[in-house]
């Protein structure tokens, strides 16, 4: 389902009534719509939306920009249109919303602007941006069994682990990079199997961004970290990896095991001076060396045991 953010100060009778049509709209093709008030509207939560309607009017103009600027770099590759109280050269403004939205390579939906009070026109108008701004889900029966396996990984151990358990799903595409995973892949599936590679005590960014993007999905997740499994480290970045996963989506399973260590980039932290941010000690060096190898044959077997295990939930 797509989803929608309607940003705009709502206390404006005019925002308002422009919000709601808006939202009334992109509901009709079947999208989950939340309209968010621009004075605490969070912006660091707006990559799990895929589209986003912004309200401006002279009287909140600073508040727009600062918003409209910091939610741009959340929203890459998302729909973004603009609405409002027509500013004194309303297709300039447009032009100008749409060549910032280019640059933080937003795709550029259009804007609707009224004088005064908006007329029944002005509302059909919004009604019809509504519609615009979102993507109608295409039903795809064809593909109701069919897993995407999506892998983000700067060493290969991710990729490792997301080839071995392809073996466990019958009907699977992939392994993907997730670099390459659009908002109509996730729309098109209801299963995926994320492999992932830990980052400072949770998932990579970009495997966190995914999963922020998609709502009521299936998720198994698998990944690899430098430290031992049974350590303390290994049970908090589950217990992070499994909340976030949880949050808006079902969890089916999750499954760590020890990945190999890029050794030439952490000994370069060795260089740095002991009770500065980054320093690597020599102890802590020996100990990451441990890691080589891995995930050894024993761990990609136990993680395709895993997943064939976790989709008997199914």
Known sequence: MSRLAVICNSSIETLAAMASAIAAGAQG???????????????????????????????????????????LEKLPGRRVSVFGVCPDNADGFADMLCRIGSL?????????????????????????????????????????????????????????????????????????????????????????????????????DDTIELIRRMRGKKLIVVGTLGAARDSKHANDVCARVEALASENNTLLGHYLCRGSIDLRRT?????????????????RFEKQKLSLGHPDEAELAEAKAAVEAFLKKL
């Open 29 to 71: 093709k079947g999208a989950h719509v939340r309209i968010l008030d621009a004075s605490c509207a969070d912006t660091e939560r707006l990559s799990c939306f895929d589209a986003a309607a912004f309200g401006f009017s002279p009287a909140c103009e600073q508040m727009f920009w600062s918003v409209y600027v910091k939610a």
């Open 104 to 204: 933080s390579k937003t795709v550029w939906k259009g804007a609707c602007f009224c004088a005064d009070a908006p007329s029944a026109e002005t509302l059909a108008a919004c009604r019809a941006l509504g519609e615009t701004a979102v993507r109608a889900r295409e039903e795809r029966p064809d593909l109701a069994d069919t897993v995407p396996i999506i892998f983000s990984t700067i060493t290969g151990n991710a990729y490792k682990l997301a080839a071995a358990v392809s073996e466990a799903v019958p009907n699977h595409v992939g392994p993907y990079n997730i670099r390459y995973i659009n908002d109509e892949v996730i729309e098109k599936f209801d299963t995926f199997i994320l492999s992932y590679w830990c980052n400072h005590g949770t998932a990579d």
């Open 267 to 283: 000994a370069a932290r060795m260089r740095i001076p002991e009770g500065q941010k980054g320093h690597l000690s020599a102890e």
